[in-house]
C-alpha cells in the first residue's frame, strides 16, 4: 500500500557534514508533509536522519532501496565525498535543493 503513493529513496554516507545533516533532514520532513513515501536505510549516517525526517513530518518510511532516477543535494566540493557528489551530477543525477524539486522530479501531482 505503501508504494503505491509516489515514492523516493534517500541514500547517504555514515560520513557526512551539519549541512547535510540539515538538508537531508528538512528534505526528508517536507516530503513526508507532501504525502511521498521515503525510503531510507536506517543507519547511523544520512539514511537515518532521512529516517528520522519523515517520522517527524507524520510521513511513512521503508528502509530500503528501489534504485531509480538518482537525484543529488549540492554542497560544496570541498566537502568531505564532494568529488563524489559532483561526479553523480556529471553522470546525470539531478540536482535538488528543496522538497518541490523532488515532488517535480517524480511528478504524480503531489505539491508541498
Known sequence: MLLAKPTVAVVGSREHTCYARQSTFALARDLA??????????????????HR???AGGGS??????????????????DRGGARMFGLLRDGAHPVSCADDVL???????TA
Open 104 to 110: 517535480e522530479l517524480i511528478g504524480d501531482g503531489v
Open 53 to 55: 525526517g519523515v517520522l
Open 33 to 50: 508533509r507532501a504525502g511521498v513515501t521515503v525510503i531510507s536505510g536506517v543507519n547511523q549516517g544520512l539514511e537515518g536522519i532521512a
Open 61 to 78: 518510511a521503508i528502509a530500503a532501496d528501489l534504485g531509480h532516477d538518482v537525484a543529488v543535494v549540492p554542497g560544496r566540493v570541498s
